[in-house]
Structure formats: structure tokens, C-alpha cells
């Protein structure tokens, strides 16, 4: 990991995502086991972290916001799990490690990811809602329950699918980009600036910086489809033009999909620039989403 | 429908899942359209209208309740979708349509499944919190995601899926039922008494009821899939045999599971025995599950 990324922060979520991993009393445990197997697959915890830096940005102990940051760990990886199924991405590496499905079969995968989906809920209301007022915290479970819907992660997912094979405009591109991976990403850093104690102004400057850094992450991520390294990237390469996806690099090229990234991302950075709160991590996070090659 | 089901509580759900039906900004509405046409296919409501009935019976106005009833329908929803792929139960009728995964594609139901349990909680977070106090709404929020989860409706369903084709014991053939369709009907009727502001003991009551409620249910359905037929039940019988399924007819032959029916039942109304509050409709749900014939 770069010198420029909050791998403290990592650190926290990484412990409270053992210690709130949920308890089973399922007979055999085997969903236990392939949620397990997923969530605690390496991973850079992106989303959880950016939680922990908003929540810091405005003073907080970052801690404030781990239960609600976990459940978006929790969130994401339901999300790869189906993603990664045969009957919608098909991939069977991720992570480094055979998909959820390849392990244990798909039956598993749907349900370890609706449960997954199903315990993020829990936690925020067992766990935040022990150090969270009730406005705050049905705000954040609102941020989450809006972010995943129809009008957030899965329309995107849902107009990825129909628009594979697609030649697509420039408006729903972004729309397939800020809604599929951009709404989660969104919420996480909305969710930190809530329990963090922002005001209205401060969470609307940390979630026009996370739409940016959304954007730009997904495209980043586009590019390293198509010039990165299985062994680097964790998964396979080259999927997204086997699957006939739309991406700023399928649509544009490398370079200027590459152009259009910094560009993204300085309009991150600018987005924090009349902002009363600390600012450094957030600027070094979007630098390091920009340069990062993994 | 029987004399006694409570047909004005099902045709107010019908209506305010006309009216809570999300909006998307989808460009093409896909997800809309298969989650749709999964939630108006005809149904009994059975799960909202035990909602309603729990509220009403502690004195409030059912309406009170209808958003998370409607949510609660939302979720059953996409635990049938789940179900019915080709994974999992692989059927292709349901309610006498064909399943969503054979009329939209295994991607998008699987898709629409996810958007419906996303928008179950953006509905009772936009909707319930007009008209219901934090503390009510937080603890009815924690019902749908317990029952919901590892220790609810997914952690049944997966025991089922790996009891299937074994001989299990009367210990685990209970918690398949208990948790695969009875934690989320309690969870209705919890959360009926919970916004009918009942009391820990009035909750506790109706909690009861509902547990042995939801047992008779499922044994019903299971008789029903040996005994009923397609045009009637409005699915494939006899898919359970076929399927390998973990059932109490299959366990205990048809007459002595009908037995097992009658005493359940009868345990759901002995729950309501010494109640202080009004159970008439209650009893007759109980008796209604009992003799349903589809």
C-alpha cells in the first residue's frame, strides 16, 4: 500500500470487521463460512476507510463511524459476490481467490450475499445505535438502504447489463458509473460526515468530493482492466472487453480515459476548497486513487 | 378467499404497494419493470396483513403500520425471486405466472430480488418515519434485518439447501421452518404490535402466536405441495419429492403432519388466551392457515 494511504484507518476496520463479524447459529455454518471467506478476502476496505477519514475530516474520532463503515464492507461484498455469479459477470478470481460461487457453489454465494446484504442492517442498528443518536443514525441506515436500491448500486448494475454489447452516450455511461460503484462510494463518505457531527453544508462539500473520487475510482479501475496484471489487479484482466462493457477506456481510449480520471479527481480536490474542516487526508486519498495500480 | 381472512387489510396492502411502489431513474426501467411484475402477481398478503392485524389488534389504527407491512411484502418478495433460480429451487411457476428469472433473465432477478430488500428499507426509512416515533421505527428496522439474516430467512434457507437429500432430526427439521419462513412472518406481527405500541408483554404475546402461526403455515404449505393441485396452490406440486426437500410430510406422512397442523394452530390460539386485548381477528387468521386450500 502507498505511503499516501490511511492504512491506520485500515487497520481499524479490519479489526472491527472480525470483532462484528456476525454469529451463526446455523446448524452447520456454512453461510458463516462463505460470508467469511469473502469478506475477509485481502482488500484495500476503500469505502470503510473513506468513512473514517470524513468522520475525521470533521473533528471525530473515526471510531464513531466504524459499525456503519463495516456494514459497507459488508454491503460491498455482497455486491461482488453476485456481481462475480455465472449468470452475471461469470468471474471466477477476485481478490486473488476463486469467487464466492467457485468455492461453494452458487446457491451459497446468493444467500452469503443476501445475508451479508441483511447483517450490514444489523450492525448499524445494533452496534451504531449504541453511540449514535436516532437522527443521525436514521440518517445513515437511509444513506445505505437509498445508496444500494434501485436508485443507486443496482440501477447501475441493472443498466451495465442492458448496455453491454451497447454502443452507450457520455450520459449514461457516468450514469452506469456513478450508480453502480458512485452510490456506495457516496454514501460512505455521507454516512463519516453524519456521525461525525457535520453540518449540512460540510456533508454536502464531502459528498460532492466522493462523487468525484467515485468516479474517478471507477475508471482508474477500467483502465487497470485493460493494462494491468492479473497478479497485480487480484482478478482477471481483460474481462471487461471480454464481456463487451462499457467503460471510459472502451469508449475513449487509455490516454484520454486516463485524462478524464485526473481530471475527476482534481475536481475531488477542488471540491474541498473552501472547506472549514481538515482536508489533507481526503486530498491524499484522491491522489493515491488516482495513482494507484491495484 | 375464505369468509374469515381479513380481506379489507389485503386490499389496503394492495393499494399501498401501489402507492409505495418505487420510482426509478433507471434509463431503462428493467429492474422496475421485473420487480413489478414479482410484487403485484396475485398473492394472499399474508406476511403486511399479519401486520395490520397485530396493530390493530392492540388498538391502533392498522394504517399506521402499512409502510413497513409493505416492506415486510417487499422482502418476501425477493426471498421467492431467490428462491425460484435455477441455483436454488430452479422453478419456473409462481403464483400460476412464470418465476422472474424465466420471464426477465437469471441477471436482472437476481438484480430485482437485491433492488426489492434495498427499497424494503428505504421505504419503512422515507415513509414509516412520517408517522412513527425513532425508538418504534429503530426497533422495527432491527426486526426486518434480524429476521432477515444469518439468523433468520438466509440462515433457513441455507440449512434447507444442505439438509436436502439427508435424514435429519425433528431439532433441525424446526429450525429449517422456523428460520426459513418463520422468522420473517414474526417479524410482521412484531412489528404490527411494535407501531400498535403494545407492550413488552402484548409484543411478547403476539410474538408467540405468530411463531406457532408461522409453523402451521409452513406445514400447510408443505401438505399442499403433496396433496394440492398446480391450478390451485398456483405452483408446481409435488416439487418438494422432487426436490429432496426437508418437509414434515415427508417426514411424518401427510395425516400425522395434518396433526401436527391442528396442534400448532392450536398453540398459536392458546398463545392469545390470556391476552388483554382484542383477538377475534387473530383466531381467525390461525383457523384461516389452518384450512387454506391454496
Known amino acids: ?134 437522527g443521525p443514525l436514521l440518517e445513515a441506515l437511509k444513506e445505505l438502504a437509498v445508496a444500494t436500491g434501485i436508485n443507486g448500486m443496482v440501477g447501475g448494475q441493472v443498466a451495465d447489463i442492458m448496455a453491454t454489447g451497447l454502443s452507450v452516450d457520455r450520459v449514461t455511461l457516468e450514469y452506469i458509473h456513478n450508480h453502480k460503484t458512485g452510490s456506495l462510494i457516496t454514501a460512505a463518505a455521507r454516512c463519516g460526515a453524519i456521525l461525525g457531527g457535520g453540518s449540512f453544508a460540510q456533508i454536502e462539500a464531502i459528498s460532492e468530493y466522493a462523487g468525484h473520487l467515485g468516479l474517478t475510482f471507477q475508471i482508474i479501475d477500467d483502465i487497470l482492466d485493460v493494462v494491468g496484471s492479473t497478479d497485480g489487479v487480484g482478478k482477471h484482466v481483460g474481462r471487461d472487453a471480454d464481456n463487451r462493457k462499457t467503460t471510459f477506456p472502451g469508449q475513449l481510449g487509455v490516454n484520454r480515459a486516463q485524462e478524464e480520471a485526473q481530471a475527476t479527481a482534481a475536481r475531488a480536490i477542488e471540491a474541498l476548497s473552501g472547506a472549514r474542516f481538515r482536508t489533507d487526508r481526503l486530498v491524499d486519498m484522491a491522489n493515491f486513487v488516482l495513482r494507484r495500480t491495484s
Request: charged share 25%; hydrophobic share 45%.
Open 1 to 134: 500500500m502507498s505511503l499516501s494511504y490511511p492504512d491506520d484507518l485500515k487497520l481499524l476496520v479490519n479489526e472491527a470487521l472480525r470483532a462484528y463479524f456476525p454469529h451463526s447459529d446455523e446448524p452447520l455454518n456454512t453461510v458463516s463460512e462463505a460470508m467469511a471467506y469473502s469478506l475477509f478476502s485481502p482488500g484495500k476496505r476503500f469505502r470503510p476507510v473513506l468513512t473514517l477519514l470524513a468522520a475525521e475530516a470533521l473533528g471525530a474520532d473515526p471510531k464513531i463511524a466504524l459499525p456503519v463503515a463495516c456494514a459497507i464492507e459488508f454491503i460491498h461484498t455482497y455486491s461482488l459476490i453476485h456481481d462475480d455469479l455465472p449468470a452475471i459477470d461469470n468471474d471466477d478470481l477476485r481478490r486473488g481467490r476463486a469467487t464466492c460461487h467457485v468455492k461453494f457453489g452458487e446457491d451459497v454465494a446468493i444467500l452469503a450475499g443476501d445475508a451479508l446484504f441483511a447483517e450490514a442492517f444489523v450492525l448499524v442498528l445494533t452496534e451504531q445505535s449504541k453511540c449514535t443518536d436516532p
